[in-house]
Antibody
Framework: QVQLKESGPGLVQPSQTLSLTCTVS????????VHWVRQPPGKGLEWVGA???????DYNSALKSRLSISRDTSKSQVFLKMNSLQTEDTAIYFC???????????WGQGVMVTVSS | DIKMTQSPSSLSASLGERVTISCRAS??????LSWYQKKEDGSVKLLIY???RLQPGAPSRFSGSGSGKDYSLTISGLESEDIATYYC????????FGGGTKLELK
């Protein structure tokens, strides 16, 4: 059974670094890519970035300078690190698996991240 | 980046009614179009991928169509459990989403 679960701090201070973990089960990170998507309060879904099955990464161009995505395949975990956090980064952060024909077929429940002092 | 324009942004419909949501891409996306349902409890589910393929587990009252730049999602008979926000998404990198359609009961 495919599952993804996000974990991380709910509150981050402005200018600090956000670290999130996505722990997956039921599939291998070397078989499917894992993406991060976020939703700010009252707004729509925004793609953040991805780590592909081969280990390469892609990032939202607006976030690229602050963002890093990595993984530990032995632990089935994907990591998101975003520095210099601003209040606009307040959002629910989801990790999701890309399935066949480019749809995101499984999603985590999301983790709410609030950037505030 | 490919821009996705979704309409309407909100929609009121009655139970049993046929509902259609549209999505237009800024360029040809060759049927790499998916539809998602996001409920108030925060859960996100894939309904349709590659324009018209029903995700296993999604109810058969959901269907998708389209080609080129223009796509649509249809609910053949609205049920109460369909009350949610719906998003389209194109499959090229970077993936981009439509702005969402909030579906409410009339």
């Amino acid at each position: 059974q495919v599952q993804l679960k996000e974990s991380g701090p709910g509150l981050v201070q402005p200018s600090q670094t956000l670290s999130l973990t996505c722990t997956v089960s039921g599939f291998s990170l070397t078989s499917n890519s894992v993406h991060w998507v976020r939703q700010p309060p009252g707004k729509g879904l925004e793609w953040v970035g991805a780590i592909w099955s081969g280990g390469s990464t892609d990032y939202n161009s607006a976030l690229k300078s602050r963002l890093s995505i990595s993984r530990d395949t032995s632990k089935s975990q994907v990591f998101l690190k975003m520095n210099s956090l601003q209040t606009e980064d307040t959002a629910i952060y989801f990790c999701t698996r890309r399935g066949q024909l480019r749809g995101f077929d499984y999603w985590g429940q999301g983790v709410m991240v609030t950037v505030s002092s | 980046d490919i821009k996705m324009t979704q309409s309407p942004s909100s929609l009121s419909a009655s139970l049993g009614e046929r509902v259609t949501i549209s999505c237009r891409a800024s360029e040809n996306i060759n049927n790499y179009l998916s539809w998602y349902q996001k409920k108030e409890d925060g859960s996100v589910k894939l309904l349709i991928y590659h324009t018209s393929r029903l995700q296993p587990g999604a109810p058969s009252r959901f269907s998708g169509s389209g080609s080129g730049k223009d796509y649509s999602l249809t609910i053949s008979g609205l049920e109460s459990e369909d009350i949610a926000t719906y998003y389209c998404q194109q499959g090229y990198t970077p993936p981009t989403f439509g702005g969402g359609t909030k579906l409410e009961l009339k």
